[in-house]
């Protein structure tokens, strides 16, 4: 499976903003579909945004859209979502995933998983 590695997560105040950023190993750009999925305390893992590796077209969760951008640096290997506007409702353990289908949104659809970062949003 892919190797992969969230940072960036961390404290930040309602209407702040935060850059994660998920490292990929070596020769898995340019195959399938990298995502972002998020899960808070007692409640499933939901789908954030996805980018295939090749093209960089992206998709996003409706609710997300106009706050949270997923975007890729191929040179460096890394995947980043860029979160604004941050809201106490998005305080969950954020995914990275890699090796879904194209338009894929469900977690089962993808096959490799990273640890996760956490993000708080404090009032």
């Known amino acids: 499976q892919v190797q992969l590695v969230e940072s960036g997560g961390g404290l930040v105040q309602t209407g702040g903003s935060l850059r994660l950023s998920c490292a990929v190993s070596v020769g898995t750009f340019g195959t399938n579909v990298m995502g972002w999925f998020r899960q808070a305390p007692g409640k499933e893992r939901e789908f954030v945004a996805g980018i295939r590796y090749d093209s960089g077209r992206t998709y996003y969760a409706d609710s997300m859209k106009g706050r949270f951008t997923i975007s890729r640096d191929n040179a460096k290997n890394t995947v980043y979502l860029q979160m604004n506007s941050l809201k106490p409702e998005d305080t969950a353990i954020y995914y990275c995933?890699?090796?879904?289908?194209?338009?894929?949104?469900?977690?089962?659809?993808?096959?490799?998983w990273g640890q996760g970062t956490q993000v708080t949003v404090s009032s």
């Open positions: 995933a890699a090796d879904g289908s194209s338009g894929s949104r469900r977690p089962g659809d993808f096959r490799s």
